[in-house]
């Protein structure tokens, strides 16, 4: 199972929105609403912030929103804050019945 | 409130074998599915294996078949990684991590016990 493929990096100003990708096939992201987004911070055990696709556990800001187009998930931050600087990585469940990560990507606040 | 907290991390050399620990608290841990992710030194997140909350299905990485065996006793609130014939690519972080009882992502995950393995 090949990991999704995320954007390395993507910056933004603070105040800003920004948009992360995360494209897989038609046995992971394009086959299910089982994907779901995490946030990392240096050092730290990932964090759930998105899952089935576009739902926010409770106590995660509505600055963070999913969304899903065929084969491609997405991640906006809007309002971008400097404590958004982090990690993200995106993940779906399979038609094998595993779990497949995206490749990740490194989010600076400029 | 959950915690998991994993154990049984350390030094060993290729060829060798590790037995990770997870124990878990603040929810009914026999309910729940589980999962093993690992993260290499500086690299993305990498799915290792899962088991169901009565063991009756389990499923392991490509990377990990043969090598590695998940479990779980349900009466010690403890899920386990068995690591053998370790390779220096194995060298990560383990996290354990709980997958939703309603539909497949993970909910809560241990700080995560690094594995080293190198001569």
């Known amino acids: 199972q090949s990991a999704l493929t995320q954007p390395a990096s993507v910056s933004g100003s603070p105040g800003q929105s920004i948009t992360i990708s995360c494209t897989g096939t038609?046995?992971?992201?394009?086959?299910?609403?089982?994907v779901s987004w995490y946030q990392q911070h240096p050092g730290k055990a990932p964090t759930l912030m998105i899952y089935d696709v576009s739902n926010r556990p409770s106590g995660v800001s509505n600055r963070f929103s999913g969304s899903k187009s065929g084969n491609t998930a997405s991640l906006t931050i809007s309002g971008l804050q400097t404590e958004d600087e982090a990690d993200y990585y995106c993940?779906?469940?399979?038609?094998?019945?595993?779990?497949?990560f995206g490749t990740g990507t490194k989010v600076t606040v400029l | 409130e959950v915690q998991l907290v994993e154990s049984g991390g350390g030094l060993v050399q290729p060829g060798g074998s590790l037995r990770l620990s997870c124990a878990a608290s603040g929810f009914t841990f026999s309910s729940y599915s589980m999962n093993w992710v690992r993260q290499a030194p500086g690299k993305g997140l990498e799915w290792v294996s899962y088991?169901?909350?009565?063991?009756?299905?389990?499923y392991y990485a490509d990377s990990v078949k043969g090598r590695f065996t998940i479990s779980r006793d349900n009466a010690k609130n403890s899920l386990y990684l068995q690591m053998n014939s370790l390779r220096d690519e194995d060298t990560a972080v383990y996290y354990c991590?709980?997958?939703?009882?309603?539909?497949?992502?993970?909910?809560?995950w241990g700080q995560g016990t690094l594995v080293t393995v190198s001569s």
């Open positions: 038609t046995s992971d992201v394009g086959l299910y609403k089982y």
């Open positions: 991590a709980r997958e939703n009882g309603g539909s497949y992502y993970e909910d809560y």
């Open positions: 993940s779906s469940y399979t038609s094998s019945s595993t779990y497949v």
């Open positions: 088991i169901s909350s009565s063991s009756s299905m389990i």
